[in-house]
């Protein structure tokens, strides 16, 4: 089975930009989170979709969104870019098993924001 | 809610010596499990190994093993015979049953492998 796919994996913005970033998970994962990674901050929640929903949250502006199609890949978007929004942005997908998930993660893009 | 602690943030193993990294967790959920992920320089967060709460025996994929002492609430992972590859951070997560799809990670352990 092909792994998790994140496009692009590099990017640079400037500030104020919009961006949108692409996963496409597992073939059969129905569930992709989403993780902002800085060295500051460590990994951090941003959102969770499952069958087209979004079904947890974290603590992050509403200038961040995301959305997930029929098909599971899902796109997140950040508008009105900051400097502080520079960061590795990685996707999971899960499977869950028994009543737990096992998440299973792309291999990240790298946003600059300058 | 859950919690986890890794306290290592830097580690040194020489090649082919086995090297012990610590994790422990905190949840009120009886049905959790405890995860291990490394991250090298590239990126990517790649699975290694799992532990459910209710598994009797501690999990082993390889090289990685991860020993669970339930009572003292730690999931250590031990890498043997390391290898110059296995420089890279390591991070530990947990999930929990009640709380779903939503991991809880450490603030990772960053080893170096030295020749």
Known sequence: KAG??????????????????????ISGHRSVSWYQQTPGQGLQFLFEYFSETQRNKGNFPGRFSGRQFSNSRSEMNVSTLELGDSALYLCASSLQS??????????GTRLTVL | AQKITQTQPGM?????EAVTLDCTYDTSDPSYGLFWYKQPSSGEMIFLIYQGSYDQQNATEGRYSLNFQKAR???NLVISASQ??????YFCAMSASNTGNQFYFGTGTSLTVIP
């Open chain 1, 98 to 107: 028994g009543g737990l998930y096992t998440q299973y993660f792309g291999p």
């Open chain 2, 84 to 89: 110059l590859g296995d420089s890279a951070m």
């Open chain 1, 4 to 25: 998790v796919t994140q496009t692009p994996r590099y990017l640079i913005k400037t500030r104020g930009q919009q961006v949108t970033l692409s996963c496409s998970p």
């Open chain 2, 73 to 75: 609430k730690s999931a």
């Open chain 2, 12 to 16: 040194f193993v020489q090649e082919k």
